[in-house]
């Protein structure tokens, strides 16, 4: 189902206008931004959140689950989003913790399933994340597995963004420093 949004009171789901049955390709192609659902148990099997990424564990979950679930949507708003006030953490926190987000994208490289799935429902979002991956790589001194991820990345990339990671690789580490926070400072 959907979600409404207390900051705006519209839906915070995008990209569905009626009730219908998703298949997976619809789900991870078509909706946008918070929804809310049950899942069965059964679903989760064995699979777990990978408990050394700080950050976006939980949603590589919801792909591994959603393959195999039949989902229904709903389109009401059937949960509150809460997106305003001053309390929310989300307005407090300004700056992001390099090191985190450099053990997510090195953990997410190991997250195979996942990185198919997105290689074939989300191209764009697949050559995003194996940037990320390339520079992480780098800056953890993981050369190799940089120049694999950068390879898997290239055919999607601008031009800018390829000749920024090529920096990064031919530089080694400090360039790739340096991409990072020029990159952090005008995000």
């Not at 099997?45 to 709903?74: D, H, P, T, V």
């Not at 985190?100 to 198919?116: F, I, N, V």
Request: glycine fraction near 8%; include cysteine; proline fraction near 1%.
């Amino acid at each position: 189902c959907n979600c409404v949004d207390t900051g705006t009171g519209q839906f915070s789901g995008q990209g569905l206008d009626r009730d219908q049955w998703l298949d997976f390709e619809t789900l991870v192609t078509k909706c946008t931004d918070e929804h809310w659902g049950l899942t069965k148990r059964s679903l989760l099997g064995n699979l777990r959140f990978n408990g050394k990424m700080r950050g976006g564990a939980e949603g590589i979950l919801w792909w591994k689950i959603s393959k195999n679930a039949k989902r229904y949507y709903l389109h009401q708003a059937l949960r509150i989003y809460h997106t305003d006030g001053a309390d929310r953490l989300s307005q407090k926190v300004k700056s992001v913790n390099l090191k985190d987000r450099l053990g997510l994208y090195c953990e997410l490289a190991l997250e195979t399933e996942y990185l198919g799935l997105k290689k074939q429902y989300q191209p764009e979002g697949y050559a995003l994340l194996q940037r990320n991956i390339a520079l992480a790589m780098v800056m953890d001194s993981r050369r190799a597995e940089a120049w694999t991820a950068y390879r898997e990345a290239k055919s999607k990339l601008p031009v800018a963004h390829r000749i920024v990671i090529l920096l990064a690789l031919l530089g080694g580490r400090l360039a790739a420093q340096a991409v990072v926070k020029i990159a952090l400072q005008i995000r």
